[in-house]
């Protein structure tokens, strides 16, 4: 009897489930999942070419979805890319860049603008729940954390891995043979610190569990009729890099690797959550990096494939970056060569939840959803290459024009006006060998009037990144 009972209570529990994931996709509202790594390169994964890098999660899930090749970030360093995929403005309309403190630190007095509209604030006004797990670097006060932007819950780390770095360590070794307690970076539960320094040999491993308890929790508590927003971003894999003893040592492609490999394991441990649930029917998973690799930490860092230039430049290996889009019976699958970008997201994601953005504020993306249900191509057909508060280069149809030139592994940062512009066709050399400039005059004048356009109304917003606390003034 207590065999039938114990088969009886399973078959109800999984024909509830089902059902009811069927009555959410009835609701019409689907959940969004955005996983955003951390100077991960455009060569970083299997599908995108890498020899030795396994990642059948990954490539699976571009095979199911779509796989973009043009797909680009707002800036080529953390804090400002990060705001523009949070808000769908380019980080000189927000005040989220600068040229002298290009992100964040912990003595930063300034972050994300309260009047700045979230992707997560915008689905709380459409019934989503929403979390944040993982990096920010938005602001690490109070009024600047997940919490005070439309989430309703935060766990992670609220800046770079490698900042709060102890003085008696020297920075490369540090960050080429990293320990633990060689930072004192702290991880926060909403807006409390709950261990310090965070233990970041399983911190990918507990933004996995969290993310599955999100989506578990979700669930219980309210139902499978009210939908989910999760923005999970991870730490890595920005140096120093730390990977769970599971697998340390496992990849072909050393340490490196060993994170690739490991972040790839929590992308598949989400979508079996969802696919076991019934949720992957109403679910939009997108994962892609927030800028190029930093090339400068050798075989710590990763790689751009065929692509020129690292993070910290606006050559195609710094902005160019992995894009997988995925939702069974929604998203058509394909290798989309076509333009996308971080800015895109806000107004796509908006669209499909049945939000209507506010009016009063300029938005820089356009919306995706005719790329994704495969009805029409990319309505977006250029692309502005901010470094700080300056165009280093424009991007319209085929052709990219430059107006600058820097390092090209990004540091140290030197940028040169150029007296000559440089002109690529990346459809056709993405590596961008051949400057073909001479050619195609009438292409630079279009590119010039599309720029000149764009800044006969832009208005620059004054930097939050470069506001000290008093108190750690040196």
């Known amino acids: 009897m207590n065999r039938y009972l114990i088969l009886f209570f399973l078959l109800l529990n999984s024909w509830m489930t089902v059902d009811s994931a069927h009555a959410q996709t009835k609701t019409g509202k689907p959940n969004f999942i955005v996983i955003f790594t951390d100077d991960q390169g455009y060569g970083d994964l299997g599908c995108y070419g890498h020899p030795t890098i396994r990642t059948?999660?990954?490539?699976?899930?571009?095979a199911e979805g779509q796989r973009w090749t043009n797909f680009y970030v707002a800036a080529n360093v953390c804090t400002p890319s990060r705001a523009a995929l949070l808000t769908g403005r380019l980080p000189v309309r927000t005040g989220m860049c600068s040229d002298t403190r290009r992100?964040?630190?912990?003595?930063?007095?300034?972050?994300?603008?309260?009047s700045e509209n979230t992707i997560a604030r915008i689905l709380k006004k459409q019934g989503y729940r929403t979390a944040a797990i993982g990096k920010w670097h938005l602001g690490h006060l109070p009024a600047y954390l997940p919490t005070s932007h439309g989430f309703d819950s935060y766990y992670g780390i609220p800046y770079s891995n490698d900042m709060d770095r102890v003085n008696s360590v020297e920075a490369r070794e540090a960050l080429m043979n990293?320990?633990?307690?060689?930072?004192?970076?702290?991880?926060?539960?909403?807006t409390s610190v709950i261990e310090r320094p965070a233990d970041q040999t399983t911190i990918v491993k507990r933004y996995?569990?969290?993310?599955?308890?999100?989506?578990?929790?979700?669930?219980?508590?309210?139902?499978?009729?009210?939908?989910?927003?999760?923005?999970?971003?991870?730490?890595?894999?920005?140096?120093?890099?730390?990977?769970?003893?599971?697998?340390?040592?496992?990849?072909?492609r050393g340490l490196y690797g060993d994170v690739i490999e490991e972040i790839d394991w929590s992308t598949g441990q989400i979508l079996d959550a969802l696919r076991k649930t019934g949720l992957d029917k109403n679910t939009y998973v997108i994962f892609t990096s927030?800028?190029?690799?930093?090339?400068?930490?050798?075989?710590?860092?990763?790689?751009?494939?065929?692509?020129f230039g690292s993070k910290g430049t606006s050559y195609e290996g710094g902005v160019r970056v992995p894009a997988i889009i995925w939702g069974p019976g929604r998203v058509k699958p394909a290798v989309i060569s076509e333009m996308g970008s971080t800015l895109d997201l806000l107004p796509t994601i908006?669209?499909?939840?049945?939000?209507?953005?506010?009016t009063d504020r300029v938005y820089d993306g356009y919306s995706l959803i005719p790329v994704l249900d495969g009805t029409s191509k990319s309505p977006r057909n250029e692309m502005l290459y901010?470094?700080?508060?300056?165009?280093?280069?424009?991007?319209?149809?085929?052709f990219k024009c430059y107006f600058y030139r820097n390092n090209p592994q990004g540091y140290p940062e030197k940028m040169e006006k150029l007296d000559t512009y440089t002109l690529f066709n990346l459809q056709h050399d993405p590596s961008e060998r051949f400057d073909i400039a001479a050619k195609y005059p009438e292409k630079i004048r279009e590119i010039d009037e599309m720029v000149r356009q764009h800044r006969a109304s832009l208005v620059v917003a004054p930097s939050n990144l470069e506001k000290r606390i008093v108190s750690q003034k040196k």
């Open 386 to 398: 901010y470094h700080g508060t300056r165009l280093f280069a424009a991007r319209k149809g085929a």
């Open 350 to 358: 908006s669209a499909l939840a049945g939000a209507t953005l506010p």
């Open 208 to 252: 996995t569990q969290e993310a599955l308890e999100f989506i578990a929790r979700n669930k219980q508590k309210s139902g499978a009729t009210q939908p989910f927003f999760l923005y999970l971003a991870h730490s890595l894999p920005h140096v120093p890099l730390f990977a769970s003893s599971k697998f340390k040592g496992t990849s072909e």
């Open 178 to 190: 990293p320990k633990v307690e060689y930072f004192q970076v702290p991880l926060m539960r909403d």
């Open 56 to 62: 059948p999660n990954l490539d699976r899930m571009a």
């Open 290 to 307: 927030d800028n190029g690799p930093w090339v400068i930490f050798d075989e710590n860092g990763g790689s751009a494939g065929p692509l």
């Open 103 to 114: 992100v964040l630190f912990p003595d930063s007095d300034g972050g994300l603008p309260q």
